[in-house]
């Protein structure tokens, strides 16, 4: 078993940033990838995703996300 992690399909992963190089407000809490498969074509597409601990008007936390597509038109 090599040690190199390798991405499942249609799943993702976030790793918490240490507050220490959280420069801004705006600057996300989380970042990690994404993989999908499209079920119509099965093309591949890889990703960023990158994620901020929001509270909503009632008091509960979430989780808001942002999606990026590692090379245009979203394959690979």
Known sequence: MSGKYEQKDNS???FRIPEENIKSDK???YEGE???????C???ATGWVKAWIKEAKTGSKFFSLAFKF???GGGQ
């Not at 994404?34 to 119509?40: A, D, R, S, V």
Request: net charge positive; proline share 11%.
């Open 42 to 44: 099965n093309a591949a």
């Open 27 to 29: 600057h996300p809490q």
């Open 70 to 72: 590692k090379t245009k």
């Open 12 to 14: 993702g992963n976030l």
């Open 34 to 40: 994404f993989k999908t498969i499209c079920p119509h």
